[in-house]
């Protein structure tokens, strides 16, 4: 499975031993790395179709070490598109009020008919892009709705309305950033945890060596801002149960075969 690191704080974070220590673990996700950091209004972000362990690039960017308040962090292992630089993570665009958002995602559709549509419009192939693009869509529709921006507690809603939806037969690990708010996901057991300290929130899919870590919320949206969480949802009760036959029948499915 891929692999997820998110960070939210109050002030830039030294994370270069935790980027170093989740980036090691590419050599079991080795189709591809993304980070994206977010600071003073400014996004940076960085990827590669190939394994973090052999990048030069991720080299330099832990020699260089690493701060920031806000960053997210991928390592793929690939289900669902080739190893190509539009399909590795992260996802970011703008909704129709000009705010940015950025997506990064651990999991399987095997059921969304609904996402179909962005088969032909997406620059890559895989399905977390097209979630990203129908999680775009679902804000932008809200917000004609209301002829105005959405706020906090209305964006929240937008996601959360979506996992419901989406959540049953599918694994929806994920983390996106508004430019305002982390959402933060997990319907897979034990896959997502946990670490809090006086400078923010640091998540990460497998625990990291440093700090106490717990499991995160399970079946339920939560978001943070300003490294404390300040939303989350009620249960959507949908357990995504990993399923060997289901992944390898929709992998040969999307080959052709």
Known sequence: MCELFGYIGTKKKKLTGDLEEFFSHSKNQPDGWGIAKFDDEELDIEKEPIAAFKSKRVKGIIDNGVESSVMLAHIRLATIGYDEYENSH??????????????IHNGTIFDGDVLSPFLYCQRGSTDSERLFLYILKQINDETDKKEAPLNQEERFQVINNVIKELSP??????????G?????????????????DDEGI????????????????????????????????ESHDNEYIPDEMSIRALYLAYAGL
């Open 169 to 178: 037969n599918n694994k929806l690990n994920l983390i996106i950033y508004d």
């Open 202 to 233: 640091t998540f990460s899919t497998n625990p990291l060596s440093k700090g106490m870590w717990k499991l995160h919320p399970f079946t339920m949206l939560a978001a943070y801002k300003d490294g404390k969480r300040v939303m989350i949802g």
């Open 90 to 103: 992260p996802f970011w665009g703008f909704d129709s009020t000009g705010r940015m958002w950025t997506l």
């Open 180 to 196: 305002e708010q982390m959402y933060v996901h997990s319907n897979c057991r034990n896959t997502l945890f946990m670490r809090e």
